[in-house]
């Protein structure tokens, strides 16, 4: 049985989608998965044991997006069935010239709450005619993870959100709350390239108050070291983010922060360790990717003592 699977474009919500590709997984056991998405996305399948061939879309590397599509669906050969998680226009394109028997197109949902792990699983349902329930996130790893300290525990600290502005928390409130960690956690700042900025003036904020055991990871690791590094965490403190989910998968006691965006949704999937931090606004969840009122509320009523309540509550877990 051969399949192809085209992954939604973020790694959050790639790793949402991983409970329904593991019940496809099960339906046909000893299938062959091609992935086809965005390079984020297609890095988190690297160590499937079923994905047996990875495609990066690249389509708007230059030229004519369409034309582009069309010519990477006819390399794709034929397949049985082809499964996509994305419900773009560009996706009814490509998935019109994919040679397969079976073909089936994520719809969204609107005006309907309900987590994300879950309206995917009942699209994999619908699609395939399965009666199955979601696991847990599921993450696969290579076979050299990073050894664990024994010494001293790590907290993460994640300031970025890919999403937008309006996710994002302040770096000067981040340091403070590293600040009280650092005498019982060694400190790492993670961040993707895009990032950079925000975790070095979280590592300025820890220089001036003598904090030195850190370490900033920003825009230093590849997914699957991200993924490594985030597995073997004590404690991690992240906006809505795709690390979030990451964390989620691996069960790290987890400290989330969520302003404008769902977190009926999109929060940890089957995370006993995980604790929320949220403000009640008139105007929250906007699920915009900055504030239409311009005060940001949402995330300024947010204060490091906050955050610091929560970790209390996930250390007693």
Known sequence: MKLFIELPTWLGDAVMATPAIENIVKSYP???ITVFGSFLSTQLFGEHPNVKKIIVDKSRSGGNRYLNLYKQAGQIGKVDIAISFRSSFATKFFFW???ASQKCTYRKAKNIERHQVLRYND???????LQTMPGALKVYQRDIIPPKRKDRKTAGINPGATYGSAKRW???KFAEVAVA???KYDIMIFGGPNEKDIAADIEGELQKSGVMNYVNLAGKTTIPELIDQISQLDLFITGDSGPMHVAAAFRVPTVALFGPTKDKETSQWKNPHGRI?????ACAPCMKRTCPLKHHECMTKIEPEDILDAVKKVEST
């Open 30 to 32: 000893g299938c062959e």
């Open 97 to 99: 010239f994919l040679d």
């Open 123 to 129: 699209f994999v349902n619908r699609c395939l005619g």
């Open 170 to 172: 302040y770096p000067e």
């Open 181 to 183: 960690l650092a005498g």
């Open 277 to 281: 931090v949220r403000k009640e606004m």
